[in-house]
């Protein structure tokens, strides 16, 4: 059984920085894409970043290009998003998800872990 367990979230000033992480078990880990997620209060749940098993580029929505970094240790099974220069816009709920290889859709989720960026 795949499970994710988001940690690391919590209450920052803008400018902060914080790294969450994500701990995987229940499938070969390296052979999967990763993405992060995140959810403000009255909106859609949106895609952050991506990170494939593979040699590509990660991919980053363009509003947090620059300021976001994700990284996987597959040795670890974990994945990671580090945040800095957090803006209030940035709250949320942050989501990991593993990315099937058969239907390419995120097929396992994270409880999710809360964001709160204050000005």
């Known amino acids: 059984q795949v499970q994710l367990l988001e940690s690391g979230g919590g209450l920052v000033q803008a400018g902060g920085s914080l790294r969450l992480s994500c701990a995987a078990s229940g499938r070969t880990f390296s052979r999967y894409a990763m993405g992060w997620f995140r959810q403000a209060p009255g909106k859609e749940r949106e895609r952050v970043a991506t990170i494939v098993w593979s040699s590509g580029s990660p991919y980053y929505q363009d509003s947090v290009k620059g300021r976001i970094t994700i990284s996987r240790d597959n040795a670890k099974n974990t994945v990671y998003l580090q945040m800095s220069s957090l803006k209030p816009e940035d709250t949320g709920v942050y989501y990991c998800?593993?990315?099937?290889?058969?239907?390419?859709?995120?097929?396992?989720w994270g409880q999710g872990t809360q964001v709160t960026v204050s000005s």
């Open positions: 998800a593993t990315r099937s290889r058969i239907t390419s859709n995120y097929d396992y």
